[in-house]
């Protein structure tokens, strides 16, 4: 597609857009002056749809008149009510619904899978993982590996000595920003049968760059490793197929391109392959027994089968309904559509940032499609904060990282071209 660095062009773009109403279900925040933001941070926290109000409000009144019969007489009964969710979340990261389920936090869940996922032995121990994955998983990872050395230890003092080898940490080459495939796929190769968990992000949150899960999963498989991602930037923004690429577990959170508001429910992804698989240690609770036989209270913990048999707890009804109202607006608007229109925005941003030929701006991003949502980080040289000062104050909502990238995310939701215009207009003029 050939873009034009014109105003009337990304007018034009905004009117042939098919998707353009679906701004309307989201309320933008305004600016002192009554204008909508140019906001861009659909990969921090996604926008309130409209609609959410209406499904939190409709729980309340079942719980006002209802009490503790709303688990079987709500309108939306609370009992079964997360299932009314798993089809849509399914389609959305290309899974079977046995194989996912909303349930706690990311960080909470990303927990509970490596407990079933990371089983290290003497020979196989090792993790591998993004050199700059976001703080949070190298701390769960960490403290992980640390717990398995403790039990260790405390089980057998002498397989339970410290190794300095557990963590591979996976750099971009020098002078380049994002990781090659093939430079993965040999690390993996090098390590072979030492490996026991390879979990990466499915999209790097500060580069903007999107794996390829396929290869990294096959790599993965012939090493005899695990493979399991963090999807927190990637779903609702890129293309998943988790089922055919074979993942065996994942995990993400809702409240960045899914709109479920500020620390929504998570959901997880585990293979089909596992759902039956009853002999993998799993941290239990009541939530994820056999729900034919949960409520005679027996002392045996029997789990569902698949995805659900990671449940704990009774399901949050009111972070449910808020997910619930965003996901009828992605199955309205179809992935599919979603995705088309996210290309060409963010191609038509990226056009636009060079086009403008300003030697301070680089994109760290990758170039290809295939291998980025809608995020570009934009390295600025020379920059310090004063410039994201400089923009905010003109109306941008974008993303600050030290120490010189601006991260830009239009959302094909509720982003237009127009905003992606203004944008560059304004970064320009605070870069003269
Ligand atoms: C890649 C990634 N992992 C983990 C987290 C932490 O998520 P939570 O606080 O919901 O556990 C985030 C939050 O933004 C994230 O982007």
């Known amino acids: 597609m050939t873009f034009e660095s014109t105003e009337v062009f990304a007018l034009k773009m905004d009117e042939q857009d098919l998707l353009k109403h679906f701004r309307n279900n989201f309320y933008i925040p305004q600016q002192p002056d009554g204008k909508d933001v140019l906001y ?6 996604g926008l309130q749809p409209k609609a959410t109000r209406e499904y939190i409000e409709q729980e309340l009144k079942d719980w006002e008149t209802l009490g503790v019969e709303g688990h079987f007489q709500a309108i939306n ?34 927990h509970l899978l490596m407990v079933s996922f990371y089983r290290p032995t003497a020979e196989r121990y090792k993790i591998i993982i993004e050199a700059d994955a976001f703080p949070s998983d190298k701390y769960a990872v960490k ?10 230890l405390a089980c057998n003092e002498s397989e339970g000595r410290k190794k300095d080898d557990v963590l591979i940490e996976l750099k ?58 963090d999807l927190a930037h990637a779903v609702g923004n890129i293309k998943l197929k988790l089922h055919d690429w074979n993942v065996d577990f994942a995990c993400w959170c809702s409240y960045k391109y899914l709109n479920s508001g500020p620390g929504g429910i998570a959901g997880i992804f585990i293979n089909e392959r596992h759902a039956e698989n009853f002999e993998l240690p799993r941290f239990a609770g009541w939530w994820g027994h056999d729900a034919e036989t949960r409520f005679l209270m027996d002392d045996e913990f029997v789990p569902m089968k698949g995805a659900e048999g ?36 963010t191609a038509y941003l990226e056009f636009l940032l060079n ?27 020379d920059a310090d904060k004063n410039l994201f000062k400089a923009i905010t104050e003109k109306g941008v909502i974008a993303d600050w990282r030290e120490p010189d990238v601006i991260r830009v995310a239009p959302v094909p939701l509720y982003n237009s071209f127009m905003d992606v215009w203004k944008f560059v207009e304004i970064l320009k003029e605070c870069l003269k």
């Open 40 to 45: 861009f941070t659909g990969n921090s926290l």
């Open 77 to 110: 009964p609370w009992m079964p009510y997360h299932e009314n969710l798993t089809d849509a979340m399914a389609k959305i990261v290309g899974a079977k619904p046995i194989e996912t389920v909303v349930m706690n936090s990311l960080t909470v869940n990303l």
């Open 143 to 152: 403290s992980q590996i640390d717990f398995w050395e403790r039990r260790q």
């Open 172 to 229: 971009p080459r020098k002078g380049e920003a994002t990781l090659r495939t093939e430079d993965i796929e040999k690390v993996i190769t090098e390590n072979g049968d030492s490996i026991a968990l390879i979990m990466l992000g499915g999209v790097n949150y500060y580069t903007g760059q999107a794996f390829d899960m396929k290869r990294i999963t096959e790599a993965g498989h012939e090493a005899g490793a695990i493979v399991g991602f």
């Open 310 to 345: 990671w449940q704990l707890s009774n399901q949050p009804i009111l972070l449910l309904a808020s997910l619930r109202a965003s996901l009828d607006i992605f199955e309205e608007a179809g992935m599919e559509n979603l995705l088309e229109k996210s290309h060409k925005l």
């Open 355 to 381: 086009n403008n030929h300003n030697e301070r701006i680089s994109i760290i991003t990758p170039s290809n499609s295939d291998e980025r949502g809608c995020q570009l980080s934009i390295r600025v040289k």
